[in-house]
């Protein structure tokens, strides 16, 4: 249909609508079965679901969640000719297990997660996710969520803050900036925020805006992107049948090792320490991981989508009790 890869991104781009990222290594992984039952649990703008209806060549049903009505709203777009196949649900994959009971999908052939935000969500103007615009410190990828960034940049105290922005930024100087940021409250919108650790840090040439790390570590914090995470993956080994794929693709060191850590534990089994005559813990593996190492983008995606480089996909099976 493209010339090219390049081609179709760039049109993509153009229209602002969200590139999604490893789309051949998401179908390898997640094995599009004839008359399945797939879950994206974060639907964003569609790319992966269409994907995944085309291999599936309408035999299969999928169920696309999403925090965020707006992201709904695009899918519901794209994926207007899968209608028949396709079941939308708004809600947080924090609640995956009674959101798939709930809509029929239990069990499931395969899960999909494609954390974090989409570049719609970033370009969004009055979102607040981006220091391009100077918005009202929003980031909550569902508006009907109490807390926002301003309640978290004005409402925590300083140790809090630093705490924060440390653990979800991986930001050496948390405890400046989160001086700074006390110092200078109220704060109301993302410029100010912005400003606020521009003026505590030294500009990195070539690098990254210095704010980066700081409203990274307020998002997560916004949506708890974390925590949801984590319990999602628990409820996966329930969502899905045994032989059903979990694929994970992670944007930062942070998920990525949850997903990982995860990932080991629950191919492990037993728990028992080394020299333990007889298994004590009762644990048993419910997973195989597919790969030994995370799947990375590959030159040429990273070059026609900058937002891919860092992409790291993992993928496992569900093993029968
Ligand atoms: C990277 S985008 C997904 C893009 C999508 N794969 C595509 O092809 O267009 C991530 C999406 O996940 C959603 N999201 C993030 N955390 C979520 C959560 N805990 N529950 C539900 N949706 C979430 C965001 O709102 C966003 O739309």
Not at 120 to 144: C, E, H, I, K, N
Not at 213 to 223: D, G, K, L, S, Y
Not at 245 to 269: A, M, N, P, T, W
Not at 288 to 300: I, Q
Request: with cysteine; proline share 4%; charged share 25%.
């Amino acid at each position: 249909m493209y010339q090219s890869y390049y081609n179709y991104v760039m049109i993509m781009m153009a229209g602002n609508i969200h590139v999604p990222v490893l789309v051949n290594e998401v179908l390898a992984a997640i094995e599009v079965r004839a008359h399945g039952a797939y879950i994206d649990c974060t639907l964003g703008a569609g790319g992966h679901a269409e994907a995944t209806l085309r291999a599936g060549h309408g035999t299969i049903k999928l169920l696309g969640i999403d925090a965020d009505p707006e992201a709904m709203s695009a899918a519901e777009g794209r994926l207007t000719m899968w209608r028949d196949s396709v079941t939308f649900a708004h809600g947080n994959f924090g609640r995956l297990l009674s959101i798939a009971k709930d809509k029929g999908f239990v069990p499931a052939d395969g899960l999909l997660f494609d954390l974090g935000l989409s570049s719609m969500q970033l370009s969004a103007t009055g979102r607040g996710f981006s220091f391009q615009y100077d918005v009202p410190l929003d980031m909550r990828f569902d508006p009907l969520e109490a807390r926002t960034a301003g309640d978290i940049v004005n409402g925590l105290s300083e140790t809090e803050l630093g705490d924060m922005i440390f653990r979800y930024g991986e930001e050496g100087r948390s405890r400046q900036i989160a001086r700074a940021i006390v110092r200078a409250r109220p704060i109301a919108t993302t410029g100010q925020l912005a400003r606020t650790v521009e003026a505590v840090l030294p500009k990195r040439k070539g690098r990254i805006h210095v704010a980066t790390r700081t409203f990274q570590a307020i998002r997560i914090a916004v949506n708890n992107e974390l925590a949801s995470l984590e319990s999602a993956l628990v409820q996966g080994l329930d969502v899905l049948r045994p032989g059903g794929r979990l694929v994970v693709i992670s944007y930062h060191s942070l998920e990525d090792r949850i997903v990982k850590q995860f990932f080991r534990r629950e191919s492990k089994g037993c728990v028992c320490p080394p020299r333990t005559p007889a298994c004590v813990c009762g644990r048993f593996p419910r997973l195989r991981t597919l790969y030994s190492k995370a799947v990375k983008p590959s030159a040429e995606e990273v070059k026609a989508n900058r937002r891919s480089r860092s992409a790291r996909l993992r993928a496992a099976e569900i093993l029968s009790i």
